[in-house]
């Protein structure tokens, strides 16, 4: 009885050892490197305090700065309307890589509308986000991206909860936030340290399966226009040899021509089918040509 006591007392003491961030072994949140500059005042969204569970990544559509981007979220004018609609996002990534945290901490925020179908669950009041200022999904830099995983990680968001815009929105190009998506994904597990900047597979933002897909297309495009041109090739094939009969049925046939020259110059050109002697008569002549016509 006394030894199961003693048991229990070390496996508590196991068990806070393994709930500590002071155990050696277990793996941090990364925090290290990960500088944040806040800019929340200048937003003017009131956001209420509330708990994200996912998180979307997107792109503003243009370039600037951090201050630029709140300035833009505080008036937007929707179909041509003069008033204001103020919005509201949590971070925002610049040019240089560098965060800034856009609304005051835990304040929900308005980035987020048109869910897809399969889409509900992620909304303003169940996410958080960051704009990632670039012009589109091929502007974005690496180094944003690798902001982008240390940002989420450090939150404590989970890679199944992570979505880039155009995955949760109908209104938005369906490649929005793929590429720090794409990035976040494939280096997940990799230690900070590790972490690169550069990555050529993901600078084209296309994973294995766009490559495949991309490749199928272009093997049925190839198969479509090897098949057009044998067609077109045997059309004109078949136009030409048409022409070239008609061609020769005319040539053959002894119509009497409606150019200028006599009736019997006509028949000189196939080599003198009409004997032109002194001593032939014309009636003969005449006769000839009527057997000809025949």
């Known amino acids: 009885m006394k030894n199961d006591i003693v048991l229990l007392e070390h496996l508590k003491v196991l068990q806070q050892k393994l709930l500590s961030t002071e155990v050696p072994n277990r793996k941090k949140i990364i925090t290290e490197s990960l500088q944040i500059t806040d800019i929340s005042g200048e937003s003017k969204f009131k956001g209420k305090q509330f708990s994200p569970k996912y998180f979307v990544l997107h792109h503003t559509g243009g370039r600037g700065t951090a201050s630029d981007v709140i300035r833009i979220l505080n008036c937007r004018h929707y179909n041509g309307s003069s008033k204001c609609t103020t919005l509201g996002i949590q971070w925002i990534i610049d040019r240089d890589g560098k965060l800034y945290q856009s609304l005051p901490k835990g304040s929900k925020g308005a980035h987020l509308r048109f869910q897809k179908d399969g889409m509900g669950h992620v909304t303003n009041s169940t996410s958080e986000g960051v704009e990632i200022v670039g012009l589109n999904n091929d502007d974005i830099l690496i180094k944003q991206c690798k902001t982008a995983l240390l940002l989420i990680k450090s939150l404590g968001h989970s890679l199944s909860n ?62 479509k226009d090897k098949k057009d041109n044998v067609t077109t090739t045997t059309t004109t094939t078949t136009t030409d040899t048409s022409k070239s009969s008609t061609n020769v049925d005319n040539d053959n046939k002894t119509t009497p021509t409606t150019e200028k020259g006599s009736f019997l110059d006509f028949f000189k050109n196939f080599g003198g089918i009409l004997k032109n002697k002194e001593d032939l008569k014309i009636e003969e002549d005449v006769q000839r040509i009527k057997n000809l016509l025949k």
């Open 162 to 223: 992570v979505y880039g815009h155009g995955d949760v929105s109908t209104n938005k190009n369906a490649n929005e936030g793929k590429r720090c998506k794409t990035y976040v994904t494939k280096y997940w597990n990799t230690p900070e340290d590790q972490l690169p900047e550069v990555d050529d597979e993901v600078g084209v933002w296309v994973d294995q399966k766009d490559k495949k897909n991309q490749k199928d297309q272009k093997n049925q495009k190839d198969q």
